[in-house]
């Protein structure tokens, strides 16, 4: 197939890529490269993808609307991976705009264009925020998701709305995709496991909120992206079981869907930081603070839909990740 992915230098973009090239598909990849965080890192993702014959890189902002608008034009994918937005909970307290600008102006236009262009299949990255206020665990498709605690989470939120939209009224399969705490090697500068790593590593202490009462769903890249593709390939389709009487959040009469991402197994922020240090083999200083504006004190993932959809679950254990991501780190930073 030919596929557009957005986000291509990004971590999970990389890595998708990686794997559709693996397996024969024509990429067209597309990011902006902003400094959101250090582009030599997503420079450095780029370089593995280029060299690949079924590869071709655009630089494009998705808010560019004449930019997508011809790229879609003058392409015609047959399915498109939408992995770019603004990305950071806190980064949203600091600057809201950009993820206006982003997650939802950018949205529309790759919507338009998939619209217009006979787009067969948009499969979206969510994101398990837009859980928000929600302590009913784990958290499941089928719950409601109208109480966000951040920006981000609510242009995420607005993203699956606009997409159950484009597949109501045209007929547009989509599927988002709410990703649970994603890690692994390539990841992110601004994500716990990257800070606390090079931190640790630089005999700085760090930061540890809700006084350490935290949990999470890590769920890690090879996992989120074998999730990604198994969706790519089985197209949304209209739920002949819905009931508009009793209108289930995980279910629509239009070709729609939303799943978790996730590794179905909530970790203790101290024993993810305690996976940190035995792959280390250093002990973390440690600077406890209170919860954050925007963030949750714990995630966890149903991931029966998923698995339901498409016979796949996510389990790599959070040890053997974190020691992938160091070993990953060391190399990578000569550290």
Request: aromatic share 12%; proline share 6%.
């Amino acid at each position: 197939m030919k596929i557009l992915v957005t986000g291509a230098a990004g971590f999970i973009g990389m890595h998708t890529c990686q794997v559709l090239l693996g397996r024969g598909d024509e990429i067209v990849g597309l990011d902006n490269l902003n400094d959101y965080y250090d582009p030599r890192l997503k420079e450095d993702r780029l370089a593995r993808l280029i060299p690949h014959k079924g590869f071709r890189f655009v630089k494009l902002d998705v808010a560019d609307r004449p930019g997508i608008e011809r790229l879609f034009a003058e392409e015609r994918f047959d399915r498109v991976i939408h992995l770019a937005a603004q990305a950071g909970v806190r980064y949203s307290l600091q600057n809201p705009h950009a993820y206006v600008e982003s997650n939802l102006v950018g949205f529309m236009n790759i919507l338009e264009g998939c619209r217009h262009n006979g787009v067969q299949h948009l499969v979206y990255a969510s994101s398990s925020s837009v859980y928000g206020g929600n302590t009913l665990m784990p958290f499941s498709e089928h719950h409601s998701v109208d109480h966000p605690v951040s920006i981000y989470a609510a242009t995420k939120k607005a993203n699956e709305l606009m997409a159950h939209t484009y597949s109501h009224l045209y007929g547009l399969p989509t599927t988002g995709l709410r990703f649970f705490t994603v890690y692994g090697p390539w990841g992110r500068p601004d994500m716990a496991l990257f800070l606390f790593t090079k931190a640790i590593l630089e005999g700085r202490p760090i930061d540890v909120f809700n006084h350490g009462r935290m949990q999470r769903d890590f769920t890690y890249i090879d996992d989120i992206v074998e999730g990604v593709v198994r969706t790519l390939d089985r197209t949304a389709a209209p739920d002949p079981g819905f009931n508009p009487l009793e209108p289930d959040p995980g279910r629509s009469d239009a070709p729609y869907r939303v799943f978790n991402i996730g590794n179905h197994d909530p970790l203790p922020l101290m024993d993810f930081i305690e996976a940190i240090e035995d792959a280390l083999g250093k002990k973390a200083e440690k600077n406890f603070l209170p919860l954050q504006d925007g963030d949750v004190p714990a995630t966890y993932a149903d991931t029966a839909e998923l698995n339901a959809w498409t016979g796949f679950k996510p389990g790599t254990s959070v040890r053997e990740g974190v020691g992938r991501f160091v070993e990953w780190y060391r190399e990578y930073y000569r550290s």
